[in-house]
C-alpha cells in the first residue's frame, strides 16, 4: 500500500481553519502570535470557506477563502502577515506581500487557499 491520509482527516484540519471568524493582516512589525500591529481584519463566516479536492490532484485537499473587498485600513503599515482567528486563538498564519498600507483608505483581500499535497 502507498502512503497515504484518509479525506476525512484532512478534511478535519480544514474545517478547523474553518472556524475562523477573523481575518487579519498584520505589518511586519508584529510576529504572528501578536495581532497589536494590525493593519486591516474583517469579519469571516462559513460561507467564505469551501473545500475541496486540492491543485495537486487525487490524495490532496484544499480550502478556499473567499475574496473580502473594501476593507477598512486601520494603520499604516508594510503587510507580511495574514492570519485566520477563533477568539485570539490562532487557526492559519501565512505571509504575504503587497504595497504599504494607508489608515482611512480600503484594502482588497483576494481569494486564496491552503493546501494539503498528497502524502510524500
Known sequence: MSKSVPTA???????????????????????PADLTN??????????????????????SRKVTMGAKSGVTVDADGTPAHVVLSLTGTFKLVT???????????????????????VPA
Do not use: I, N
Not at 482527516?9 to 510576529?31: K, N, R, W, Y
Not at 493593519?39 to 490524495?59: P, W
Open 38 to 59: 494590525t493593519l486591516a481584519d474583517v469579519a469571516m463566516a462559513s460561507g467564505d470557506f469551501a473545500k475541496a479536492e486540492g491543485d495537486a490532484g487525487t490524495g
Open 95 to 117: 505571509t504575504c506581500s503587497g504595497p504599504d498600507l494607508t489608515s482611512g483608505s480600503s484594502v482588497d483581500f483576494p481569494e486564496w487557499k491552503y493546501e494539503l499535497g
Open 9 to 31: 482527516v484532512m478534511d478535519a484540519l480544514l474545517d478547523e481553519v474553518a472556524t475562523s471568524t477573523l481575518q487579519t493582516v498584520v505589518s511586519d512589525t508584529s510576529t
